[in-house]
């Protein structure tokens, strides 16, 4: 069962999620969706931080049930020694092959999925845990290299408007229609959970070893465009799949957000 880990953008919360997470669950994956911190001290940072807790929780969760499918197996009946021998030679071949492709295919690995700023939070949290992500997803996703932030990746338009609008540590959240939200029912829902966004996430850069760059991603776009969110994701070589959408894409069209998940981390790029 494979484990999307589900990073909200900047504004925004766990909540942004509600809409696709009972599509996947009902797809048979696992999500887990962390609720990142808020306050005067936080940065990116400490966003990274709660990802990676959320994948090694994941892969704690994982393994309980590789051993207990085992164990189950184990007394299923009795083993001849010819059996016991094949067996042995299977998992000596087993532990030579890379954990990434033995979850992959079992259906059993982690993906982390970044919408918007999340692009930069999961990227350093695979970037930290090379060994245990199978996938990296942006949708809508901000990216760059080792030492870039948001505010050094966006157009000088962006950094204005954070610099004009930031109240001292922290920036409040713009209206529903700069994040593409024009439905009434909608943009009121969206109103009501939109909440401040600390300044520091903004300017404090990403640390990147390389590690990220061997893990396989997706960038998912939205047309029409706001930033270039499909350049962001071609430069750290991902596949890109473009999507008919605002930018709070998986609230407008979760079905499609789910699609371009599901299809993606089992290894279908022509989306």
Known sequence: MTTFVLVSGAWHGPWAWDRVVPLLERAGARTVVPDLVYGRDVGLHDHVAQVVAAIDAAEAEIGADTKGAEIKGAGAGVETEAGAGAR???RAGAET???????????????LVGHSYGGLVVRQAAD????????VIMVEGWAGTN???????????FVKFVQASA?????????PALFGITDPADAAWLQERLRPQPLRTFTEGTRLTGAVDRIPGTGAYCRPQTFAFDRFAEAVGYRTVALDGPHD????DPGAVTAVLLRACAGDFAV
């Open 88 to 90: 042995a030679g299977a």
């Open 97 to 111: 092959r890379s954990r990434r492709e033995i979850d992959v295919r079992s259906g059993s690995g982690v993906v």
């Open 128 to 135: 930290l845990r090379p060994e245990r992500v199978d996938h």
């Open 147 to 157: 030492g870039d932030s948001l505010l050094s990746l966006a157009p000088e338009g």
């Open 167 to 175: 109240d001292g540590w922290q920036v409040p959240a713009p209206a």
């Open 249 to 252: 894409v998986p609230l407008t």
